[in-house]
């Protein structure tokens, strides 16, 4: 074990060449930015020292006085942000947390300024960021050794695919990998307790609260409960899913049973044979059903947030009318290109539908209602209740889903006017795109 996690830690620490490009990169947009009498912050992994390699990320925040209004606030911001982006000679362009702020990419490395308050009650969420970098500072100024502890598990996390809190992924940021480490003391005892957490655990690493057991009444319906201890009123993992918590907790017990590179660095996923993914297709005896959507880039957090809603009101719908999906999931070329995709269990129903109706014992005037209501279907007694059978307006899913895609209720904003293409069996395999049918290898799991 020991070698192992020597060997791997070697490979994920940068090298001083790395550090000193990182650094002289940072300094120069720093010195950019005092120009501008703001106060420039450099913030995240590289600030802290717990950078992996290869993770190219530049964060700079640019605090302003908290009597700023959030109006100028995020107009300086962004036009600081595009003129040294412009003295750069990077390309640009806005992306969105609470507010808007400015990221490129520079000579290989993604650079981000980003507007905050210089305050410790925060106005919005991105102004705890400086305190976060100077609390895990403070941390690992007491005990360094934790920066190797905390890129191990990082990069575990990235093996795993539940590395990063952004909508596509909903797992573990790096602040919390940080917030995991310094509570349990290392890589391997953090492996040991989560594999034995239950959905709902709650942390507090600083004491902040007295008692713990009304952390799940205060942070209602999360999946984990970490306490910010730079702000207790905040859950620092209310970004993490059900299914990345669920991941993580197996992966680290399968890892402290059986120790193994993959689990940091995955064998890279082979092209799977079109004609292999067809067979799987038919051989599952199901109906699988895509509704793809063309449209305009769209900034990838808001695209992920909005397919998933809009996954979850087409299921709504579809289980309204009868229909059982075995599963779904979605895909995006992050481009141009979306699409929902559903497994059905059962797509073809009768003609006939048993509805039921209120209890004998009910209020009079309810039963009454329902019997108007349904009297041509001849309304009977089934058990103490009224029943009707009546005729089924969809019997074939495929005659649905144009309904559904028509009234487009409860689409996210960016989906409801864009073209759309219901796709069906084989014509999925159509699509032209590699990570297109890597998805499908995934999703289609043999028999």
């Avoid at 064998?267 to 799987?280: A, F, G, S, V």
């Amino acid at each position: 074990m020991k070698k192992l996690l020597k060997e791997i830690l070697k490979e994920v620490t940068p090298t001083e060449k790395e550090h000193k490009k990182e650094k002289e990169i940072a300094d120069n947009i720093v010195k950019r930015l005092k120009k501008f009498e703001v106060k420039p912050i450099l913030v995240g992994s590289l600030a802290k020292g717990t950078d992996v390699r290869d993770d190219k990320d530049i964060d700079i925040f640019i605090m302003f006085p908290k009597d700023l209004s959030r109006e100028d606030l995020e107009k300086k911001g962004l036009d600081i942000g595009k003129k040294i982006f412009k003295e750069m000679n990077i390309r640009y362009e806005i992306d969105y947390a609470e507010h808007p702020y400015i990221r490129g990419v520079y000579d290989g490395y993604r650079i981000e300024i980003v507007p905050c308050y210089e305050t410790k009650e925060p106005r919005s969420s991105v102004d705890r960021t400086p305190y976060h970098t100077q609390y895990v500072r403070r941390k690992l100024m007491r005990n360094p050794r934790l920066k190797d502890e905390i890129r191990l598990l990082k990069q575990f996390m990235k093996g795993i695919n539940v590395y990063g809190a952004e909508a596509k992924v909903q797992g573990f940021s790096g602040y919390l990998a940080e917030l995991l480490c310094i509570n349990y003391g290392s890589f391997m005892n953090v492996l040991k307790a989560v594999s034995k957490w239950n959905f709902g655990e709650c942390i507090d690493p600083e004491d902040l609260w007295r008692d713990k057991s009304t952390l799940k009444y205060f942070f209602t319906d999360a999946n984990l409960i970490i306490v910010d201890p730079v702000d207790r009123n905040r859950n620092a993992a209310a970004a993490v899913s059900r299914q990345k918590l669920a991941e993580f907790i197996v992966a680290s017990a399968e890892f402290l049973k059986s120790p193994q590179r993959e689990f940091f660095f995955p064998q890279e996923e082979k092209l799977p044979d079109k004609k292999e993914l067809l067979n799987r297709m038919k051989a599952r005896g199901t109906k699988l059903i895509a509704v793809k959507f063309e449209h305009e880039r769209i900034n990838p957090n808001i695209l992920y947030s909005q397919l998933r809603k809009t996954k979850k009101a087409i299921k709504k719908s579809i289980e309204e009318f009868g229909f059982q999906i075995l599963k779904s999931d979605l895909w995006t070329d992050e481009i141009s290109n979306s699409l929902i995709l559903f497994d059905f269990e059962v797509f073809s129903l009768p003609k006939v539908k048993h509805h039921l109706g209120p209890p004998i014992d009910k209020a009079v005037k309810e039963q009454e209602n329902f019997l108007e209501k349904y009297k041509k279907y001849k309304p009977y007694i089934k058990e103490g209740r009224w029943v009707v059978d009546t005729k089924r307006e969809f019997t074939l899913v495929e005659e649905l889903i144009p309904r559904i895609l028509e009234e487009r209720r409860g689409f996210g904003k960016n989906l409801r006017e864009v073209g759309v293409e219901v796709l069906k069996g084989e014509e999925l395999l159509k699509i032209e795109d590699d990570n297109f049918l890597k998805f499908m290898n995934r999703f289609l799991t043999p028999l």
